[in-house]
């Protein structure tokens, strides 16, 4: 039997759901290792995955009978089938966070059961990486350090941002890399005052500070890194003073992230750095990151959140001073029982080009 | 006043909906222009768009008087706030098919209003397409068509689907387009018996079918396109005579396709000839594309739909041998009062490399 589906069927008990239903296709990848459009039912009597004729060949070549899933093509189905899956069940849960309310009255419809909402539950379990999990980040991060080293080398006054985002994917896609986790950030100049800044075809100049967000996926798993170029050698003492507090805010965090420390604490004493300093503070500390590039728990300073061993997060301060320039530097760290590890390893010094 | 925001406010006039809560970001872009993560307010005393620091600086710097819309930063929004914005209305609509159950029962609590579901006003707006709209999607079918002229030559025996999936991505991104429209299809050998295989690390081997699915984006507009290389010089007559079929079919088709006609007539022919010939359908004959690569109306078999002047839909007929091969013909076309123009051009022969 499918570990993770025994775990989920134990959670349903202690909330005395009977059945389940999975829509989303990431928590679908995460139970059964499929990646294909469809739905899955954990039910008392068989767990199903209801699929069409676009997917059936591929899904049914990956299913191994241990995975105890049978597959239907929804083409072959009456209604009265689809009453039959939840047949027994008092209580059927479904993933709230997930489901469009347009969806939620279609299965009310087609299954005919009590319908409760669940939040999180196998994102819940997703949230402390196992050993195969954490080794396809670590080699997003390896392919990401690797880019990051490449583009020092490659970038030039002149080119504009766009060329310089392609070259990332590029590099990472001929590198071992499947995709990209996020849309790649190269912001130059005042652009990179904005922290979720697109590349535009905007030239890099003489004198730009260029902030590079970007991050790949390896067998879906994502890895997700910050660094700053200054395009020169002179840098202005405003920028170096703020990559410096930065750079600060940052080793305060990475020094503090342990299994089972309030994360809340940590970060007040951030933020109270960036009101002494009248900085703003335009976004979290950083995320979790897995399948999806963006998981809970996040680095927030509303969060109870305790770390737990083998949690993959981002730590991502930054800074920005509207219509000049913004720092932020980023790392994919795991919080182990000894502190953490950053997983991505470039240096964080303020790159310059000479 | 934004001319789309006011063809919704009519609409809502018609629904006795006095506000609407506009989530899905793709409609926001369309009504607006704005790319940027927010909720738009439809309501009487203002037009609002809710976003957070992280948009604020380029959002409020690409808004224009005219577009009557008042930015919000959710940080510096209080309960009361919220409460305010639809404080005169009685029903306020919200967008079923996107807003998630969990969101809709924040909108109920936040918002403290009568909300009504609604089903796609926007996007039936969106399914007739405007000039400026068709120019786009004409821009990224052009690119699509000088990929495949570039990918004829560039395709040889030993690659893999992946290189070349990677090289079609490479060519549309460095001459004009701004990212693909959908995830490129190269299918090679019995791959492309799946209808929507994922480029793999198999090489391309002598006499396989390759399959191609691809399209790209300019200004957020989608082209979508598909035809088949053969890897030889001596196609099997099996391989031909399932070309001819999809070929016929698809001529039929475009030549029916015209303003007013009925998509289910002409569709019952094609389902007729699959029969006759024990072929299986797979999938729809076509949907509508816009700035999403799937909309609707779609093609198919139940659809009451009656085309319109400037729609905008893929014709794609299909045949799939599993464990052999499948062959599908796509074009973008747009639909006019005399008929329909494919907007990709490429030859729909089988293409032979010798």
Not at 97 to 104: A, D, G, H, P, R
């Amino acid at each position: 039997m499918n570990a993770k589906i025994q775990f989920l069927k134990n959670q349903m008990k202690i909330l005395n759901l009977q059945g389940m239903i999975i829509s989303n296709p990431v928590n679908i990848r995460y139970l059964t290792g499929l990646v294909a459009e469809g739905t899955l039912l954990i039910a008392p009597k068989e767990n199903v995955f209801l699929t069409d004729s676009r997917y059936l060949e591929a899904v049914n070549s990956y299913l191994t009978i241990d995975q105890e899933i049978v597959t239907y093509d929804i083409k072959n189905l009456t209604i009265d089938d689809y009453i039959t899956f939840f047949e027994e069940c008092e209580n059927v849960g479904f993933e709230e966070k997930y489901v469009t309310y347009e969806l939620y009255k279609i299965y009310l419809q087609t299954y005919k059961v009590n319908l409760v909402e669940t939040d999180g539950i196998i994102e819940k379990y997703r949230e402390v990486k196992e050993d195969a999990e954490i080794e396809n980040i670590r080699k997003a991060c390896f392919i990401t350090d690797k880019c990051f080293d490449h583009i020092k080398e490659y970038i030039k006054v002149g080119m504009t941002e766009k060329e310089v985002a392609f070259e990332i994917e590029k590099f990472m896609r001929t590198n071992g890399a499947e995709e990209l986790a996020f849309d790649t950030i190269v912001a130059s100049g005042s652009n990179s005052s904005m922290p979720h800044a697109v590349p535009t075809d905007k030239k890099i100049e003489q004198n730009d500070v260029v902030q590079f967000d970007f991050g790949c996926k390896v067998n879906g798993y994502c890895s997700d890194f910050s660094r700053v170029i200054f395009m020169g050698n002179d840098i202005p003492d405003e920028v170096q003073k703020i990559h410096k507090f930065v750079l600060n805010e940052y080793e305060f965090i990475i020094r503090n992230l342990i299994e089972n420390v309030s994360v809340k604490k940590i970060l007040k004493k951030c933020e109270q750095d960036y009101k002494d300093n009248e900085y703003e503070l335009l976004h979290s500390f950083g995320h979790s990151l897995g399948l999806d590039i963006h998981e809970e728990p996040i680095l927030s300073l509303k969060s109870d959140l305790k770390l737990k061993n083998n949690m993959l997060l981002t730590v991502e301060p930054g800074v920005y001073i509207p219509g000049k320039f913004g720092i932020r530097l980023e790392d994919t760290v795991l919080i182990t029982r000894s502190g953490c590890n950053t997983l991505t390893k470039s240096p964080l010094t303020i790159f310059k080009t000479i």
